[in-house]
T-cell receptor, first 111, second 112 residues
Framework: RKEVEQDPGPFNVPEGATVAFNCTYS??????FFWYRQDCRKEPKLLMS???SGNEDGRFTAQLNRASQYISLLIRDSKLSDSATYLC????????????FGRGTSLIVHP | EPEVTQTPSHQVTQMGQEVILRCVPI?????FYWYRQILGQKVEFLVS????????KSEIFDDQFSVERPDGSNFTLKIRSTKLEDSAMYFC??????????FGQGTRLTVV
């Protein structure tokens, strides 16, 4: 049973493009949601938290849809440096904060 | 800048041996996590610490694993009787919230 699912990609986009990733989760009691980015053979780095009202950080916008149990990440004006794997993370609810990571979506931005 | 320093960066050990992975936080954090990532697979939660005690642990974190804070600041992850399938990147990660973590650069463990 997959708890957090992501399209592995790769998403291959030109510089300047807008790209969106989705992530679905199975536990309706999940309470916290995050996007991390991971470069090849590096540690994951927190990109942004995802709030119910949606949130934006520069070129990045994250949305949460509790009814359909998915979160999304939108990247505008893609840069070469955005090339990485984007990990969706969902923490369990009910007083537990155990995080479950998705396998990640690979993004390749080309000139 | 990383919030933690992990040592060693790479550890090669023979199957059946014990290994100790170390993590030195740059500053005090309330929460502390250990994760592992087998090559090509997803990041997996192992255990979390709060107030110097284990807060939560996953099914992976069985009797083969133990965590300590030997001197009040550093953290160690001990893996006893290593198996081939323990080969992975092991990350420690402090956090200010129970659901937020800043990963160290990891220790690559190779069991041969």
């Amino acid at each position: 049973r997959k708890e957090v699912e992501q399209d592995p990609g790769p998403f291959n986009v030109p510089e300047g493009a807008t790209v969106a990733f989705n992530c679905t989760y199975s536990n309706s009691a999940s309470q916290s949601f995050f996007w991390y980015r991971q470069d090849c053979r590096k540690e994951p780095k927190l990109l942004m938290s995802v709030y119910s009202s949606g949130n934006e950080d520069g070129r990045f916008t994250a949305q949460l849809n509790r009814a359909s149990q998915y979160i999304s990440l939108l990247i505008r004006d893609s840069k070469l440096s955005d090339s990485a794997t984007y990990l969706c993370v969902v923490t369990s609810g009910g007083g537990s904060y155990i995080p479950t990571f998705g396998r990640g979506t690979s993004l390749i931005v080309h000139p | 800048e990383p919030e933690v320093t992990q040592t060693p960066s790479h550890q090669v050990t023979q199957m059946g041996q014990e290994v100790i992975l170390r993590c030195v936080p740059i500053s005090n954090h309330l929460y502390f996590y250990w994760y592992r990532q087998i090559l090509g697979q997803k990041v997996e939660f192992l255990v979390s610490f709060y107030n110097n005690e284990i807060s939560e642990k996953s099914e992976i974190f069985d009797d083969q694993f133990s965590v300590e804070r030997p001197d009040g600041s550093n953290f160690t992850l001990k893996i006893r009787s290593t198996k081939l399938e323990d080969s992975a990147m092991y990350f420690c990660a402090p956090g200010e919230r129970p659901d937020e973590a800043f990963f160290g650069q990891g220790t690559r463990l190779t069991v041969v």
